[in-house]
């Protein structure tokens, strides 16, 4: 159904993958999708200002993982997120075993971010 993930169809390929059988309409749905653009400022504030709220970051991306599933989680996150903080990002979704560390092998792992993880 999906070849390709464009700007004109990302919301539709998020509608097909959305499995939140506790949600009560349209707006659950906008809620959680709205969970891209919080992401996207967390990560920003991360990356311009050294502001790490990591725990706010695991839950948005855990939420996400469980409403649209692993594989479709991760490549809404990765259409959404620009490619600037896709190090901080793919740091996050290898701690949460979304891709593997071998996957996006041109992307770094950011070691801070990493050791923060490791002493949650």
């Known amino acids: ?4 993930i464009t700007p004109a169809n990302w919301l539709m390929f998020a509608l097909h993958n959305y499995d939140n059988p506790q949600a009560d309409g349209e707006e659950e749905f906008q809620d ?14 991360y990356c311009e200002g050294g502001v790490l709220k990591e725990r706010l970051i695991l839950n ?36 949460l075993n979304m891709i593997p560390e071998t996957e996006l092998t041109e992307i770094p792992i950011d070691q801070y971010i990493w050791t923060t993880l490791e002493n949650i």
Not at 34 to 45: D, E, I, N, S, V
Not at 62 to 90: C, D, H, M, P, Q
Request: no cysteine; hydrophobic share 50%.
């Open 1 to 4: 159904m999906f070849e390709k």
């Open 32 to 45: 959680d999708v709205k969970r891209f653009k919080y992401l996207k400022r967390l990560l920003k504030k």
């Open 60 to 95: 948005h991306i855990i939420v996400l993982v469980n409403v649209f599933g692993v594989e479709a989680a991760s490549t809404l996150l990765l259409f959404r997120i620009e490619r600037e903080y896709w190090t901080a990002l793919k740091t996050f979704m290898v701690y």
